[in-house]
């Protein structure tokens, strides 16, 4: 008997081959027969009018935390997704110590916009090296969830304090490469770390992996290139362009790894200044093949949909002026964007950055939420419109209106890459050019602020079936073999007989991100942004039901993916 059959739907099997209709049997969590199924099963899915695929994978999660309390990863789950990787950024919580967990929990909470009080509540800290925090999940899963060893984790266990503010010395880099060396086999799937501007910790300073040399960075690319089934994740730089030194970085911390290299994040925009910008990005591949390496880019497949809020002041702490001040305690924050003084300072740094720097155009930034009556009256109007209406500069009206909410005003601004041409070129990208790879969601991090973990079915709902840029078949290969292929995933990422049965049935005249809203369900009485999808029947995991009818069913059949046992060798 089979444990499952899904009859009748139409199996997009992930390669890119038209779809077919069939039925998928499974038995023991692996897809044992695709076609016409006449033999009895535990239970039967009705899939008619449905499409059959394989579950998506995400290649750019900040999970690591969040499934200690949400095995299923929601909402990413409910959106088709079977497959997480964390660890990114730099940013793991294993492997840790006591003294590392006291600066590396605010820090994750700071700079992946994560409330402190929901990760102090919801981490038992009941494991130390990254083999203990693999094990914590194992059994524990309703999602598959793969992790990279973080630089600044490394750092801080093996450095303390001085992993902020200073080189490694000889050493301190040997314990690292050590320590990197004892995790991977332990299971990490690789090394991932940043050197962006955009990552500062609690304390405002630069997070751990800013301080290192190149020589630290290739050290450990090299170390992570020793063992089987390993991957390399690098944030560069949070500006428009990359500058050479950053491209030969990455080149040569792929060469040295032989392995290929990802970097986060691509965000499609059809204004000239950005497509030189995104031809820049993109040459960072070309550098690479030419220095023996492989670099790849995470390509966003959806606008970018960004709500800010200076309360926590990711991305805005990027801003001359507003960098100034966005550290400080909350009550001298506030304090400081009401001093007529401090605006002024403000204004004339924004005044110098160009008409194409969107972040910085107070002015067209819409007020989305709010939490006092006199700010909620505002909701839906952009600052422009109410500082002519008051007779004030875009600077007064948006600094009063977010001191009189004492600073929890949600803040849209321009919606980056949502017009006709910024969505054909995206599509142009993803389809054809082999220097991106479809990915980018952030899911599980910044949960006040984006709205991207809903990207896939965003793009098939838009993209598919509005626009009709791609076909439904072409899109799935981009969301599952693609990115399982990118990363070695053994078994996963197709839907073929004798392969994992990590699956997503869904209906394509409906499927799509559903509503966007904050849900209070966090530890501690946290809160995050949170979208069920539309048109979701199941999401199958090792071939167990984890989403139903759009529920999360309990069931935990997920597994930790391991370097070597689940992951083969991809070389540059």
């Known amino acids: 008997m089979l444990d499952l059959v899904i009859k009748g739907g139409t199996v997009v099997d992930g390669t890119g081959a ?20 006449d033999e009895p ?93 693999l094990d914590r999940l194992e ?20 450095m303390g304090e001085d992993a ?41 300073s630069p997070v751990p992996s800013r301080f290192a040399t190149r020589d630290e960075f290739l050290r450990l690319a090299t170390a992570a290139g020793a063992h089987a089934g390993t991957t390399l994740e690098f944030i560069s730089s949070a500006g428009a ?36 910008g995104r031809e820049n990005k993109l040459s960072a591949s070309d550098v690479a093949a030419a220095r023996g390496g492989r670099v790849v880019g995470l390509c966003l497949p959806e606008p970018m949909r960004m709500r800010l809020c200076f309360a926590s002041g990711f991305v805005l702490d990027m801003l001359p002026g507003v960098k100034e001040f966005i550290h400080l305690p909350h009550a001298e924050r506030r304090a400081a964007f009401a001093d007529a003084a401090n605006r002024a300072l403000i204004a004339q740094s924004l005044s110098a950055l160009p008409e194409t720097h969107t972040l910085s155009k107070f002015g067209r930034f819409r007020i989305i939420d709010a939490q006092t009556p006199e700010v909620r009256a505002l909701v839906g109007r952009t600052i422009d419109d109410v ?119 869904f209906d394509p005249d409906t499927i799509g991100p559903g509503t966007i809203e904050p849900r209070a369900d966090l530890p501690a009485g946290g809160w995050r942004l949170y979208s069920e999808a539309t048109g979701v029947a199941a999401t199958i995991v090792n071939g167990v039901e984890i989403v139903r009818d759009g529920s999360v069913t309990g069931d935990t059949p997920g597994r930790t993916i391991r370097s070597g046992r689940d992951t083969d060798t991809v070389t540059v």
């Not at 059994?139 to 093996?158: K, Y």
């Open 41 to 133: 099963a535990a239970k039967v899915i009705d899939a008619d009018g449905r499409v059959v695929a394989p579950g998506f994978v995400d290649l750019h999660t900040h999970y690591d935390p969040q499934l200690m309390w949400d095995p299923a990863a929601t909402p990413s789950s409910l959106h088709g997704v079977t497959s997480v990787f964390g660890g990114n950024c730099g940013f793991s919580i294993a492997p840790v110590t006591p003294g590392a967990a006291e600066y590396l929990i605010p820090m994750l909470a700071r700079v992946e916009g994560m409330p402190v009080a929901s990760l102090e509540a919801g981490l038992d800290l009941a494991w130390d090296g990254f083999g203990s925090w």
């Open 387 to 505: 500082a002519a209406e008051r007779g004030q500069s875009d600077i007064d009206a948006l600094f009063d209106i977010v001191v009189a909410d004492d600073l929890q005003t949600g803040l849209e601004p321009p919606v980056i890459g949502a017009d006709d041409d910024a969505w054909a070129e995206r599509v142009r990208i993803l389809d054809t050019d082999p220097r991106v790879i479809a990915g980018g969601s952030d899911a599980g991090a910044h949960l006040d602020m984006m709205k991207t973990f809903a990207c896939h079915t965003s793009f098939l709902a838009e993209a598919v079936r509005t626009r009709r840029l791609m076909s439904l078949e072409r899109a799935v290969q981009l969301f599952t073999d693609a990115p399982a292929r990118f990363y070695g995933l053994r078994d996963r990422g197709r839907v073929t007989e004798g392969w994992i049965a990590d699956l997503c049935v």
């Open 164 to 204: 902020v503010g200073h080189e490694a010395a000889a050493a301190q880099l040997d314990a690292m490469v050590a320590l990197l060396h004892e995790s991977i086999v332990a299971g990490g799937i690789g090394f991932s770390s940043t050197a962006s501007n955009s990552h500062s910790d609690h304390r405002g």
């Open 139 to 158: 059994g524990n899963l309703a999602v598959n969830a793969g992790f990279l060893v973080g630089h600044s984790a490394l750092r801080r266990v093996v």
């Open 18 to 37: 038209p779809g077919v209709r069939a039925d998928v049997g499974i038995r023991d969590g692996r897809i044992v027969v695709i076609g016409s199924v």
């Open 241 to 276: 362009t990359f500058t050479e030194a950053e491209m030969e970085l990455m080149a040569d911390m792929s060469a040295a790894a032989n392995r290929p290299l990802n970097w986060n994040v691509m965000v499609v925009n059809s204004d000239p200044a950005a497509r030189t």
